[in-house]
């Protein structure tokens, strides 16, 4: 992982040359005043041994949420339940109920509530992961993808039409449980994600002419269908305790920072890692036609991508030109630069709150997302 506080010449460069170029990015996170007195947050994100894994810290509110999620599923058709199972068997990595688990433990501490989870946050928890699984069964569709974390998707099993019923029930099931939480800026929060969801997605469909406007538009699909997930539930859980509009911007402002980081992780990962680690193939951005992070940094060094990105990839030879040119770029490293910033912003959000080690643990995590390797 890069540092910044020992950056070397070049690398300051070409730090530099990314904030002018695409400056817009920057402009839009803001500084606020402190709700907390905290030390500053230094630029390098590093790791502290006596930190808790923010997995095993989470690990105790999180054991049973797949069971859970099964009962909120429960119907009498048994093929629909075989379908809606599919997913949930507990081999995924629970990411996004994870972050939501801790930060509103971090947001309970904050406000003087001794971190005691509330049943309300972690049925959001749960919604999170139910609505995250109905997207993947949703684009799996939309992408005609073969396998899914290791294994054939829903609609390679089972075909198109079912999968998307399958998807849309996993979806009404995460909206009744919303429903009885019954905190209506709670539920208008959450009704956000799935408009971003769908919006995000006609967004991935299209593209943009001029270099910076198809940068700007890549990170706000990034937002919509990756961000807006995390940040909206990291909010929701904020509001149940909190009624100060900082600390639920803060709560949101960490979420938003830390999936957009962890796309554009995702985003390198699809030229640096086998298919083995990610569950999928490698290049599947590329062979769906899409322009992401490592390539739109790789058109600035040959602008022959720009014909290809237009196309969206679809000529013979393209992807594998393409992947040549990403390679041979420094796309790869620019986009790992823009993560590291997103997730430095994450960690100022956060260290605003009260330290607990929920916060420290969130702290730590933006380590984890950029260490990833699937």
Not at 39 to 59: E, Y
Not at 171 to 186: E, H, K, Q, Y
Not at 187 to 193: A, E, K, N, R, T
């Amino acid at each position: 992982m890069h540092k910044d506080t020992g950056a070397s010449c070049h690398e300051r460069k070409a730090l530099q040359g990314l904030y002018q170029k695409f400056s817009y990015v920057y402009s839009l996170l803001r500084r606020n005043r402190c709700l907390y007195t905290t030390p500053p947050v230094c630029c390098s994100i590093c790791s502290d041994a006596k930190l808790k894994d923010p997995f095993s810290l989470a690990q105790k509110d999180l054991q049973n949420l797949y069971e859970e999620i099964k009962k909120q599923l429960l119907v009498s058709k048994a093929e629909l339940k075989v379908l809606c199972d599919y997913y949930f068997d507990g081999k995924g990595k629970a990411f996004r109920p994870m972050i939501v688990i801790l930060m509103a433990r971090a947001c309970n501490v904050h406000s003087n509530k001794e971190g005691v989870l509330l049943p309300a946050q972690r049925s959001i928890a749960m919604i999170s992961e139910m609505i995250h699984t109905a997207s993947l069964v949703h684009d799996d569709v939309i992408d005609d993808s073969d396998t899914r974390r290791g294994k054939n998707t829903i609609n390679k099993v089972w075909g198109e039409r079912k999968a998307i019923l399958a998807g849309d029930f996993i979806l009404s099931a995460a909206s009744m449980a919303l429903a009885r939480i019954g905190n209506n800026t709670v539920v208008s929060v959450l009704s956000q994600v799935i408009e971003d969801l769908v919006r995000g997605e006609f967004m991935q469909l299209g593209s943009k002419e001029n270099e910076n406007e198809r940068f700007k538009h890549y990170l706000e699909k990034t937002f919509k269908k990756t961000a807006s997930l995390i940040a909206n539930s990291c909010k929701a859980v904020s509001i149940l305790v909190n009624s100060d509009p900082e600390v639920h911007e803060i709560a949101y402002q960490y979420g938003r920072n830390v999936g957009i980081a962890f796309q554009l992780v995702d985003d390198i990962l699809d030229f640096t890692s086998c298919a083995n680690l990610l569950g999928k193939p490698s290049a599947a951005d590329l062979k769906l036609g899409l322009a992401t992070g490592p390539v739109l940094f790789a058109c600035q060094q040959f602008p022959e991508l720009h014909a290809m990105i237009m196309r969206r990839f679809s000529s013979d030879g393209d992807v594998d030109r393409a992947w040549q040119y990403v390679l041979k770029s420094d796309g790869v490293e620019q986009t790992n630069y823009l993560a590291q910033h997103y997730c430095q912003e994450a960690i100022r959000q956060i260290s605003r709150l009260r330290p607990s080690t929920e916060r420290d643990a969130l702290i730590q995590l933006t380590e984890l997302v950029l260490r990833r390797d699937k």
